[in-house]
């Protein structure tokens, strides 16, 4: 089976390096200094002590017109959110013929956003739990391989096949979007407030105040799904019904284990928003402000949430001086508390 890799970072270079060890057909979409490391030395998958190069695939800097992909192929589109709607653009109108689109993003809305352009028969709802990070370009680091998840249909089961055989660890899901919604907790805890304090996501779990602001935005994220009627279902490697029910403990019970979790589950990763600070984007929007939204339309307050969705966005457009936040927890919390966050004294 031929695969365009749509976005050549840690999760699109994962999960096509798989499918090149297995001898699939795969294009990498990838950006000029990614591309030229591929070409010259491969790509190296690193994984505890071991790493392996992995050759024997295809590589584009840009997305040609009229590309044919073939009967039989399938395009992977691990963008980050902000860029879905270009990238849905991009291959409606320089694809030659119609391939199913996988979609990877996290957050909520990608999907729908795909099915305008490309077609809502031809997107395949998926999630990644595999923890990865890019070590330079072209050289990958698997932190935790947990495994993927997609929506089940015809082309969805033809790809779990193949994603078995190439060694990922792959479930079906008949509710695609309680899927997206459980990735949804994972990606949101301790990633906000880190990155708007440059704080680790551990220090982030340990300090008493600021765990009550991440539990009460995880509470709010469970019960906005509820209420859109999505029950949580376990992941990969991800057990997200033992976490739904975890989060309601007092937090002198659910803080030791959850900031135990945390830390397994980021390993030695940095949170993503990191990444999006003085950038001007960021997929906030997507998560804290999917759940936002979301509470708006269903009734459900989200007053955490909101708290860390604004202070990111504040962070992201560069606008406010960084030092004003750095390293300042006392100026989240006040936020907190004059929009009523539960439990914030």
């Not at 001898?23 to 200094?33: C, Q």
């Not at 010259?40 to 992995?54: N, Y």
């Not at 030791?256 to 906030?284: I, N, Q, T, Y």
């Amino acid at each position: 089976m031929r695969f365009l890799i749509y976005g050549t970072g840690a999760v699109g270079a994962y999960l096509g390096g798989r499918l090149a060890e297995a001898g699939h057909a795969v294009t990498f979409l990838a950006r000029p200094a990614t591309a030229a490391a591929l070409l010259d030395r491969g790509l190296r998958i690193e994984q505890g002590d071991s790493s392996a190069t992995v050759r024997g695939f295809e590589v584009l800097t840009g997305l040609p017109e009229d590309l044919d992909l073939g009967p039989e192929a399938a395009v992977l589109l691990t963008v980050r959110a902000f860029d879905c709607e270009a990238a849905a653009v991009a291959l409606h109108q320089r694809l030659s013929r119609p391939a199913s689109v996988v979609c990877l993003l996290n957050g909520i809305g990608n999907e729908e956003t795909l099915a305008q352009s490309v077609g809502v028969d031809l997107v395949v709802p998926a999630t990644l739990t595999t923890a990865v990070e890019v070590r330079a370009p072209g050289v990958i680091r698997i932190e935790r391989e947990r495994g993927l998840g997609l929506a089940r249909s015809r082309v969805g089961e033809v790809l779990a096949k193949v994603f078995r055989r190439a060694g990922v660890v792959t479930r079906l899901y008949d509710d695609a979007a309680a899927m997206k919604w459980s990735k949804v907790p994972t990606n949101i805890v301790a990633n906000a407030g880190s990155a708007v304090l440059e704080w680790t996501a551990g220090a982030v779990m340990a300090h008493p105040g600021l765990y009550r602001l991440e539990v009460e935005a995880l509470r709010e994220t469970f019960r906005v799904m509820r209420r859109a009627g999505h029950r949580p279902v376990d992941l990969p490697g991800v057990p997200l019904r033992w976490l739904a029910r975890g989060v309601f403990l007092p937090p002198w019970a659910s803080q030791p284990w959850l900031r135990r979790a945390v830390a397994r589950g980021r390993g030695d990763k940095r949170p993503s928003f990191h990444r999006d600070l003085g950038r001007g984007r960021s997929e906030v929007q997507w998560l804290n402000g999917a759940v936002v939204q979301y509470g708006e339309g269903l009734g459900v307050p989200t007053p955490a949430n909101r708290v860390l969705l604004t202070a990111m966005l504040e962070r992201v457009d560069g606008t406010d001086d960084p030092a004003a936040w750095r390293h300042r927890p006392d100026r989240l919390l006040e936020r907190a508390r004059e929009a009523g966050v539960p439990g914030i004294g």
